[in-house]
């Protein structure tokens, strides 16, 4: 099965109880979008798991935070910064004790955007010219992937292109919507797959709900768990 979730923020306990919930083996396949790091206390037990024991079977995108550290890192290569000035400045920027110049590569690698037939995973959104056409996701400005604000807006269904599946805002700030995964079906369609959405967006806010999401991409059944359980 194919499986998608975002910004886990480096709550490693409640993702470890998500993948024993959806019995997560080495035939599944994980979608994270972004902001895997930042505000959860850890984050290098996540990078591990995620890019250890999972790396075959998960492919982790970039979201705003991940950026904002290649940027940090990036100034300080420009710079000649050792490996061990870049951990000790990528620990502060995060607020962990503990990191390696592995996690670093990792999160620098990690890419944008992944696309198939039928859906478009991002972290933020999908960029249009003035004239409402899709910007290919190859040309897009990395700043609009990680940070754009357009895809939270209901009202908002981006027309003729796949199915936009993303992340960034949280389902929290959508009336009735506190902590759950927020879907927006076409007309006339059985809601069973990808194709029959315009966009899905699946940020439950765990750090402010304690409520991780999970969408499986093969039946679009919505998984959840809760760290007050």
Excluded: W
């Excluded at 400045?89 to 690698?109: A, H, P, R, S, Y």
């Excluded at 960029?127 to 908002?156: C, M």
């Excluded at 439950?204 to 039946?219: E, F």
Aim: overall charge neutral; charged content about 30%.
């Amino acid at each position: 099965m194919r499986y998608v979730v975002s910004d886990i923020h480096g709550n490693y306990e409640l993702f470890v109880k998500l993948l024993k919930k959806i019995n997560f083996s080495k035939d599944d396949t994980l979608f994270v979008l972004g902001d895997v790091i930042d505000k959860g206390k850890d984050v290098q037990k996540l990078l591990n798991l995620l890019f250890g024991e999972l790396r075959d079977n998960v492919l982790v995108l970039a979201g705003n935070h991940e950026f904002e550290l290649t940027k940090l890192v990036t100034n300080l290569i420009t710079k000649n910064a050792t490996d061990r000035k870049i951990v000790k400045e990528c620990k502060k920027f995060l607020g962990v004790k503990k990191l390696t110049m592995q996690d670093v590569d990792d999160i620098m690698n990690m890419p944008y955007y992944h696309e198939e037939e039928d859906f478009i995973l991002v972290h933020a959104g999908v960029p249009f010219d003035t004239k409402g056409n899709q910007i290919p996701l190859e040309s897009a400005p990395i700043e609009d992937l990680v940070y754009d604000r357009r895809f939270k807006r209901e009202h908002f269904l981006p027309p003729n292109i796949k199915c936009v599946i993303f992340g960034h805002t949280p389902t929290f700030y959508i009336e009735n919507q506190k902590g759950k995964i927020v879907k927006y079906q076409k007309k006339n369609t059985t809601g069973k797959s990808p194709k029959d959405y315009y966009k899905i967006q699946i940020d439950t806010g765990n750090y402010l709900t304690g409520i991780l999401g999970c969408l499986c991409l093969d039946d679009m059944r919505e998984i959840y768990v809760n760290e007050f359980d």
